[in-house]
């Protein structure tokens, strides 16, 4: 060993002690007299000092010490003279006796300091410079800490971690995959998993009736800002339970996580919301429910005068800011311009202001009397000095505004403080997606979730109308883990491929071997799947997952550390039996 | 949850419960007035009963049972008139007062009993019917336990696991890679890791000096028997060690998991033999130590006579069977076939029997006297009673021979009981191989190794002597891990890659981002990596590293469950601009 103690552990109890220590350096403070060197590992910082009697070996050494040299010291304990509150190892230095060099460094591209000077790009690349920085390296034991507490609940609970494999086979369902040429099969290909699905319900047909893994998944999609091609999940699967038996587990789970790693104690029932309810009350399946400011529908009411925006629209709905009756204009227009960017896509916004003094203002007073406003204000829960914002259109695109302004204002009201924790259930999601470009239903969810169980007949008569025995985690907003019922009646099975669009021949070319497998005794299952990056990223209060992930992909699916992906020799596509075609055409 | 209790757990002390159970028909046994039928979950068989009077639904359904319907039943326990010591459950059955039939089975391929009658290739095809079986079940829970144990291990000394990518960088040093084409950077390609080892040398150049990961590996080789193209690997790195460090850190593992998983105390540190001891002494850098015949030199000795078969040899080598004298001619035929194989490609085998009478017998015997013969059991250590077996050729030859002879023996003579456990570390491995086919060095290891740091002159002068800081974990003959120190010099690591042949620019455009990770202060570090599916297959005391993983691929590199690699659609390869060339020549 290279160090008697790490960097951060010293205490004033350590007082006197001969001590070697291995580290970077941090920061060297020059002071004439006295030389004061910061070394940093893992563990902390510690100051070491070089004062005027030091030998001139060591002070010539200290000398020539620059930003991230790797140093091994050894000294002794002493007390400081002037003591350093912020720091943990801040009531003592170590005196040098003994300094050496195991490494030099050249001059980093950018700070290794809490907040670095350097800019995104650079810090790709330089990433394991990066990664000794405080948020990141917290970031990274954070993640540690989670897997290792999942881990040991899942196992208490008698669940067993099974590794499925990588190299399996493509399914043109759902996303992309990442294909993987077979030189011992030519022409043949496997695909990466875009999660271990199939194989988990094989687990339970195998009889492993509590499964999980902690593992890798695959997906080659068109990045959106904060995806990454390959994430984790934690995928977890049980036999003979139903519903509630998995959102118990896992929301005990759940409260393990929060306690262990993050000491918060969550209250004892988290709230179940039907997607219906989600979606009415929130405008969106994954509400953050930190604050209140539901949506309300004042369809029926709204319709009364002759306002033709209104008239003309499906759908109209309003939110109340509480106390916000005191925006200016300026403050109104930018919400306005928020919820008609092209992302959101609303027509307008129409506001209400209910005064403290009983005075209702509003951008349609021409239209309608100050008791009719009174009356929405009382169906929306509106009091003295709340400000009621109303946006109207189809049905969707009046959810999706509201669900957007809604969590806007949360924002600029700090109703969304990140060291709260607002988790919960949305159960009875629809089944079935119509998809109107290709004319067929898509599963929801996948085409393995199970139809809830009373419904089984309603799907036979009308399948869009059915709704899913399936369940989402959601935490501030954020999906954080989804699961459903799983279908294990083999006739179910085929009948749901039918309705997807499947031909007998597709469903059997891709899935045979589960609809086999479904043959020999299956028994009623169902799971639920994490994703663990996003989950990081919630208990470290972050929204990127992007600092929770080592060695992560910048949005064209680039590792620009490696420089990944990159040409391969000829020889190695010729053993593939592959060609390159001209790709100018798609550039 | 569909269940009170599980098929493994009910005992006496549960007489009289009403319980509800769900599980897998394991046999049905109609004795006309009663009707027994075992009910198996992974915990277990519990024996159902079905009474002369219980009602008339229960009787029908019980008839129509078949072996792996699943069904879940609620009864009340009651003790057996004819216990089953054999059985955990033995001492009761359930008397059902209620069967449902939750899915039916057809009639599997193959019996799921603890040795089944279906072939390899039928159990691999069914696979999620063969992970029924107990031997399979007990092999899944092992490696849980292992893994589970591994991570407890590590976290407690500090190690951090950290997720590192599967999208990498394909390098042409080593085995072959799998490739993925990047859709997003069209003629571009991923590689699937080899194994994580330039990443977690660069976590320790960003100061996390403990790592570990259990993680998929990927090589795509020619498969031998009981490889696999994916395989999960403990991989650990560590920094501010020495080699003796790693050792003692990974022994620590080792005791640990076999007393946490196995119950078997090892002694307190395990013999370490160097590279060139064990291949003197054992003929092999992965020593089978559980018994001694170790291999003898008498190549001066056996020369002293007109026998041309020895004088024209390099090297003649003996080891001495204790107690085989009595062997017969057709014994020792078969150890002449056997070191005759082509495998082996020994020229023959010569015998020497010291009776327990004193008396010398030996196929040489025209060519050498009792005493010289004698004088060579002398310096082997053989007494009365015992065989000595010589063969003679290239050194490498004989060792190879003598080393397969000495575990052949070994089994035969029961010397490798399975469940007796001797590890040992091989250390001091040379750092490079002589390639003649290419004239070139190959790292023994791989290229990050580093050498003894007492040979860093010799390196310069003569590489090909130098030994390597390197050491393999050996258990029983298998080689279950192995490490190195690692170069953390730049300088020193790019004289490596010169010494391997590497120009500049390859060694650039391969491993550039090392390079110039090494230059921002990289620690001295080093590590080392376990081969977790051969471990677990030798904790279960199997010889086949198969039935440890759940989802095992064929010698074609196949999944025969899933029929992958398989062919995909036209639209896949022209999305990643990829044609497939004429493979007509290659088949």
């Known amino acids: 060993m290279y160090r008697s103690n790490t960097c951060g552990e010293l205490r004033i109890e350590n007082l006197n002690q001969r001590v070697t220590l291995a580290g970077w350096v941090q920061k060297v403070r020059n002071?004439?007299?006295?030389?004061?060197?910061?070394?940093?590992?893992?563990?902390?910082?510690?100051?070491?000092?070089?004062?005027?009697?030091?030998?001139?070996?060591?002070?010539?050494?200290?000398?020539?010490?620059?930003?991230?040299?790797?140093?091994?010291?050894?000294?002794?304990?002493?007390?400081?003279?002037?003591?350093?509150?912020?720091?943990?190892?801040?009531?003592?230095?170590?005196?040098?006796?003994?300094?050496?060099?195991?490494?030099?460094?050249?001059?980093?591209?950018?700070?290794?300091?809490?907040?670095?000077?350097?800019?995104?790009?650079?810090?790709?690349?330089?990433?394991?410079?990066?990664?000794?920085?405080?948020?990141?390296?917290?970031?990274?034991?954070?993640?540690?800490?989670?897997?290792?507490?999942?881990?040991?609940?899942?196992?208490k609970e008698g669940f067993l971690e099974i590794e499925t494999p990588y190299l399996i086979k493509s399914t043109p369902e759902g996303a992309r995959d990442f294909v993987v040429p077979s030189r011992m099969n030519l022409?043949?290909?496997?695909?990466?998993?875009?999660?271990?699905?199939t194989f988990k319900q094989l687990l339970m047909v195998s009889g492993y009736d509590r499964y999980f893994q902690i593992v890798r998944c695959f997906r080659d999609e068109d990045l959106r800002a904060d995806r990454q091609p390959e994430?984790?999940?934690?995928?977890?699967?049980?036999?003979?339970?139903?519903?509630?038996?998995?959102?118990?587990t896992f929301e005990g789970m759940a409260k393990f996580l929060f306690k262990e790693t993050l000491d918060v104690t969550l209250e004892s029932t988290f709230p179940r919301i039907t997607w219906d309810d989600a979606m009415a009350r929130y405008g969106s399946d994954k509400p953050?429910?930190?604050?209140?400011?539901?949506?309300?529908?004042?369809?029926?009411?709204?319709?009364?005068?002759?306002?033709?925006?209104?008239n003309s629209a499906d759908h109209i709905g309003a939110i109340v800011a509480e106390g916000c009756a005191s925006y200016t204009r300026k403050q109104i227009d930018e919400l306005t311009a928020f919820v008609k960017r092209p992302q959101i896509g609303a027509t307008g916004l129409v506001w209400v202001k209910f005064e403290e003094d009983g005075n209702i203002k509003s951008s349609i007073d021409k239209f309608f009397t100050s008791d009719q406003l009174k009356a929405w204000g009382d169906k929306c829960g509106a009091k003295g000095g709340d400000l009621m914002l109303i946006t109207s259109g189809?049905?969707?695109?009046?959810?999706?505004?509201?669900?957007?302004?809604?969590?806007?204002?949360?924002?600029?009201?700090?109703?969304?403080?990140?060291?709260?924790?607002?988790?919960?259930?949305?159960?009875?999601?629809?089944?079935?997606?119509?998809?109107?470009?290709?004319?067929?239903?898509?599963?929801?969810?996948?085409?393995?979730?199970?139809?809830?169980?009373?419904?089984?007949?309603?799907?036979?008569?009308?399948?869009?109308?059915?709704?899913?025995?399936?369940?989402d985690f959601v935490v501030?907003?954020?999906?954080?883990?989804?699961?459903?019922?799983?279908?294990?009646?083999?006739?179910?099975?085929?009948?749901?491929?039918?309705?997807?669009?499947?031909?007998?021949?597709?469903?059997?070319?891709?899935?045979?071997?589960?609809?086999?497998?479904?043959?020999?005794?299956?028994?009623?299952?169902?799971?639920?799947?994490?994703?663990?990056?996003?989950f990081c990223s919630l208990f470290g209060g972050s929204d990127s997952i992007r600092d929770y992930i080592a060695f992560p992909k910048n949005n064209s699916g680039r590792d620009v550390m490696i420089d990944s992906p990159s040409t391969i020799a000829d020889a190695q596509l010729n053993e593939l039996c592959l060609e390159l075609t001209k790709n100018d055409d798609k550039e």
């Not at 599963?443 to 089984?456: C, R």
């Open 187 to 197: 022409g043949e290909f496997y695909a990466l998993p875009q999660s271990p699905q």
């Open 31 to 155: 002071l004439g007299a006295m030389t004061f060197i910061d070394i940093r590992d893992r563990y902390g910082i510690t100051q070491l000092v070089v004062e005027e009697n030091s030998s001139e070996e060591i002070k010539s050494i200290a000398t020539h010490l620059g930003r991230e040299f790797v140093i091994q010291v050894t000294g002794d304990v002493i007390e400081r003279a002037s003591k350093n509150s912020k720091m943990e190892t801040g009531d003592i230095e170590v005196l040098i006796t003994e300094l050496k060099v195991l490494n030099s460094s050249i001059t980093p591209p950018f700070t290794i300091e809490e907040n670095s000077d350097g800019g995104d790009e650079i810090r790709m690349k330089y990433r394991y410079l990066d990664l000794r920085r405080a948020p990141l390296k917290k970031a990274m034991i954070l993640r540690h800490k989670m897997a290792q507490s999942i881990r040991t609940y899942l196992d």
């Open 394 to 471: 189809t049905r969707k695109k009046v959810l999706t505004a509201l669900c957007e302004l809604r969590l806007e204002l949360g924002s600029r009201l700090g109703l969304r403080d990140k060291s709260v924790f607002a988790p919960l259930w949305v159960v009875d999601f629809p089944l079935l997606e119509w998809d109107e470009d290709s004319q067929r239903f898509f599963a929801m969810h996948h085409p393995f979730t199970s139809p809830k169980q009373d419904q089984l007949e309603l799907f036979s008569t009308d399948p869009g109308a059915v709704k899913a025995d399936a369940y």
């Open 288 to 310: 953050d429910i930190r604050f209140g400011m539901e949506l309300n529908d004042i369809t029926t009411e709204a319709k009364s005068a002759d306002f033709v925006v209104f």
């Open 231 to 248: 994430f984790t999940q934690i995928d977890c699967e049980m036999s003979f339970v139903d519903r509630d038996d998995v959102i118990s």
């Open 476 to 534: 501030n907003g954020v999906e954080v883990g989804g699961g459903s019922i799983r279908i294990h009646d083999s006739e179910l099975q085929n009948k749901m491929f039918k309705v997807l669009g499947f031909t007998d021949e597709e469903a059997r070319k891709q899935f045979g071997f589960l609809m086999d497998a479904f043959q020999y005794g299956a028994p009623p299952h169902g799971g639920i799947a994490f994703g663990f990056d996003r």
